[in-house]
């Protein structure tokens, strides 16, 4: 069966440090994607930065990169540079198989202090 | 600029009702996704379609059923309300399995 598992309920940074989110994944496909999505208090989804099984790189995007370690099945989201704006909640997703299947984690609430 | 649309933003329903959840897309997807988010749950989900007609069971259909006769529409059914499906719900529509998932604003449904 397919999972992803979030185990950070929520977590704080210092405004201009890095920090890393969590993800694990369990899927049985060889081919599969990674996302990570952020939803600030507003409530919209934000997409982030995408990952696929066979990429050889890990994905980066502006201040966001993807730490994908496959033999581990981890997918954890890195921010550099945090900025106040980063407050939110964050979710890492997979889909997998033929059908494009999309399943989420239970999130990460992310606060930044100034 | 890419629009999915719920129907509605608010809504509060009388256990034993059915209901219906309407989810509209502009970009011509074929992935559709019915989503509830709940507090320490994240975002689990009930329903997708991969094109029209078909459908395929999430990881919490019970209680719910589905509809999509045009590609651009999902709906969602709730059967007969519950006060347990009081959450927020979630549609999104994707253009396949390596692109990103668009999403609705979500209907924060009350069952009273």
């Known amino acids: 069966a397919q999972k992803i598992t979030q185990?950070?309920?929520?977590?704080?940074?210092?405004?201009?440090?890095?920090?890393?989110?969590?993800?694990?994944?369990d899927t049985s496909d060889q081919s599969y994607g990674l996302f990570w999505y952020k939803q600030p208090s507003s409530g919209e989804m934000i997409f982030l930065i995408?990952?696929?099984?066979?990429?050889?790189?890990?994905?980066?995007?502006?201040?966001?990169?993807?730490?994908?370690?496959?033999?581990?099945?981890s997918a954890n989201l890195v921010i550099s540079a945090s900025q106040l704006g980063d407050s939110a909640m964050y979710f890492c997703a997979m889909v997998s198989g033929n059908t494009g299947k999309l399943i989420f984690g239970q999130g990460t609430t992310l606060q930044v202090k100034p | 600029d890419v629009k999915v649309t719920q129907s509605s933003r608010y809504l509060v329903k009388r256990t034993g009702e059915k209901v219906f959840l309407e989810c509209v897309q502009?970009?011509?997807?074929?992935?559709?996704?019915?989503?509830?988010?709940?507090?320490?749950?994240?975002?689990?989900?009930?329903?997708?379609?991969?094109?029209?007609?078909m459908k395929e069971k999430g990881d919490i259909p019970e209680g719910y059923s589905v509809s999509r006769e045009k590609k651009e529409r999902f709906s969602l059914i709730l059967e007969s309300a519950s006060t347990n499906q009081t959450s927020m719900y979630l549609c999104a529509s994707s253009a396949g399995t390596a692109t990103e998932a668009f999403f609705g604003q979500g209907t924060r449904l009350t069952v009273v």
């Open chain 1, 7 to 25: 185990t950070q309920p929520g977590m704080f940074v210092q405004e201009k440090e890095a920090v890393t989110l969590d993800c694990t994944y």
């Open chain 1, 50 to 73: 995408y990952q696929g099984s066979y990429d050889e790189q890990n994905a980066t995007e502006g201040r966001y990169s993807l730490n994908f370690q496959k033999a581990r099945k």
């Open chain 2, 26 to 53: 502009d970009m011509d997807h074929e992935n559709m996704f019915w989503y509830r988010q709940d507090p320490g749950l994240g975002l689990r989900l009930i329903y997708f379609s991969y094109d029209v007609k």
